[in-house]
């Protein structure tokens, strides 16, 4: 085997074995300190801290998202500027590295159309809601 291979084995070990426990191990420690709290301002009588409400099932039961249309469409237009800012992004950097280092891989660029493409989806989609909204006003 090849130094690089070996390098490669470790770097594939350490983002898809040792980061995802560790994140793991972090969630769970973190679960923990917010119990811990918890059961201190249960036993002191004073009043709970509140919970994170920015769960699935809060965002299913509608509970936290009580947005107006508006601002939905807003949330689309906020993460398709920065989706499409990300894409060029990283389409700057893979084209700096792939001019700069010869061993390193064209075909890389390519991964920078994915930010790229998903941000111009959602920002299609804010202006199909936009235009949505103002037909529905002027409806009214």
């Not at 893979?94 to 075909?107: Q, W």
């Given at each position: 085997?090849?130094?690089?291979?070996?390098?490669?084995?470790?770097?594939?070990?350490?983002?898809?074995?040792?980061?995802?426990?560790?994140?793991?191990?972090?969630a769970v420690l973190v679960q923990r300190l917010k119990t811990q709290e918890r059961l201190r301002a249960i036993e002191k009588g004073l009043p709970l801290p509140p919970d994170t409400p920015l769960t699935a099932l809060a965002f299913r039961?509608?509970?936290?998202?009580?947005?107006?249309?508006?601002?939905?469409?807003?949330?689309f237009r906020v993460g398709g500027t920065i989706c499409v800012a990300v894409g060029l992004g990283l389409?700057?950097?893979?084209?700096?590295?792939?001019?700069?280092?010869?061993?390193?891989?064209?075909?890389?660029?390519?991964?920078?159309?994915?930010?790229f493409f998903l941000g111009v989806g959602?920002?299609?989609?804010?202006?199909?809601?936009?235009?949505?909204?103002e037909s529905r006003e002027q409806s009214r």
């Open positions: 085997m090849k130094s690089s291979d070996v390098s490669d084995i470790w770097a594939f070990a350490i983002v898809f074995g040792i980061l995802p426990i560790a994140f793991m191990i972090a039961e509608r509970k936290v998202f009580n947005a107006t249309p508006r601002e939905v469409a807003a949330a389409l700057v950097l893979f084209t700096a590295l792939a001019e700069t280092i010869p061993e390193f891989k064209k075909g890389v660029i390519a991964v920078s159309a994915v930010p959602f920002l299609i989609e804010y202006r199909l809601r936009r235009k949505e909204i």
